[in-house]
Protein backbone atom coordinates (compact mmCIF):
# COMPACT_ATOMS: atom_id res chain seq x y z
CA UNK A 1 0.00 0.00 0.00
CA UNK A 2 1.45 3.25 -0.05
CA UNK A 3 -0.10 7.22 -1.66
CA UNK A 4 -3.28 6.77 -3.36
CA UNK A 5 -4.30 10.07 -3.68
CA UNK A 6 -7.08 9.93 -0.78
CA UNK A 7 -6.90 13.89 -0.75
CA UNK A 8 -4.49 14.87 1.99
CA UNK A 9 -5.64 11.98 4.83
CA UNK A 10 -2.23 10.66 4.50
CA UNK A 11 -0.69 7.84 2.81
CA UNK A 12 -2.21 4.97 4.95
CA UNK A 13 -6.06 4.05 4.94
CA UNK A 14 -8.38 4.69 8.17
CA UNK A 15 -8.21 7.53 10.64
CA UNK A 16 -7.40 8.09 14.12
CA UNK A 17 -4.14 9.13 16.19
CA UNK A 18 -1.86 6.04 14.38
CA UNK A 19 -3.15 6.74 10.63
CA UNK A 20 -0.02 8.09 10.17
CA UNK A 21 1.92 4.71 10.54
CA UNK A 22 1.44 1.82 8.05
CA UNK A 23 -1.45 -0.70 9.06
CA UNK A 24 1.41 -3.28 10.19
CA UNK A 25 3.11 -0.62 12.61
CA UNK A 26 -0.08 -0.03 14.71
CA UNK A 27 -1.05 -0.77 17.51
CA UNK A 28 -3.80 -2.91 17.07
CA UNK A 29 -1.90 -5.07 14.57
CA UNK A 30 0.18 -5.50 16.74
CA UNK A 31 -1.96 -6.00 20.57
CA UNK A 32 -5.04 -6.75 18.65
CA UNK A 33 -8.18 -5.11 18.31
CA UNK A 34 -8.69 -1.67 20.71
CA UNK A 35 -4.85 -1.83 22.10
CA UNK A 36 -4.63 1.96 21.71
CA UNK A 37 -7.23 2.34 24.24
CA UNK A 38 -5.96 -0.52 26.85
CA UNK A 39 -2.24 0.71 26.11
CA UNK A 40 -2.58 4.39 25.49
CA UNK A 41 -5.69 4.88 26.33
CA UNK A 42 -6.82 7.37 29.68
CA UNK A 43 -8.58 4.09 31.63
CA UNK A 44 -4.72 2.80 31.53
CA UNK A 45 -3.95 2.40 35.42
CA UNK A 46 -1.10 0.88 36.88
CA UNK A 47 -1.23 -2.32 38.67
CA UNK A 48 -0.63 -2.17 42.95
CA UNK A 49 2.75 -2.02 44.28
CA UNK A 50 3.08 -3.57 47.32
CA UNK A 51 4.11 -1.01 50.02
CA UNK A 52 7.54 -2.76 50.67
CA UNK A 53 8.49 -2.66 46.87
CA UNK A 54 7.03 0.84 46.98
CA UNK A 55 9.19 1.44 50.13
CA UNK A 56 12.50 -0.01 48.11
CA UNK A 57 11.23 1.90 44.98
CA UNK A 58 11.54 5.01 46.70
CA UNK A 59 14.67 4.46 48.39
CA UNK A 60 16.21 3.98 44.84
CA UNK A 61 15.01 7.03 43.53
CA UNK A 62 15.80 9.20 46.40
CA UNK A 63 19.79 7.85 46.01
CA UNK A 64 19.65 8.24 42.44
CA UNK A 65 18.06 11.67 42.75
CA UNK A 66 20.54 12.64 45.30
CA UNK A 67 23.40 11.63 43.11
CA UNK A 68 22.00 13.85 40.87
CA UNK A 69 21.85 17.02 42.99
CA UNK A 70 25.61 16.43 43.92
CA UNK A 71 26.79 16.10 39.95
CA UNK A 72 24.45 19.64 39.56
CA UNK A 73 25.76 21.01 42.25
CA UNK A 74 29.36 20.46 41.35
CA UNK A 75 28.83 21.85 37.67
CA UNK A 76 26.78 24.64 39.52
CA UNK A 77 30.42 25.31 41.22
CA UNK A 78 32.12 25.00 37.76
CA UNK A 79 30.22 27.26 35.93
CA UNK A 80 30.28 29.67 38.48
CA UNK A 81 34.31 29.76 39.17
CA UNK A 82 34.11 29.84 35.30
CA UNK A 83 32.03 32.86 35.66
CA UNK A 84 34.43 34.24 38.46
CA UNK A 85 37.24 33.95 35.89
CA UNK A 86 35.73 35.60 32.81
CA UNK A 87 34.73 38.54 34.75
CA UNK A 88 38.36 39.25 36.09
Given at each position: ???RGRGGTGPWPGRGPFSHLPPWER???LYG???CWYLYGPYRT???IKPEDEATLLAEQKTLIEEQLKTMQET???IQ???NELNK
Open positions: MGWPGWRGAAPPLKKERL
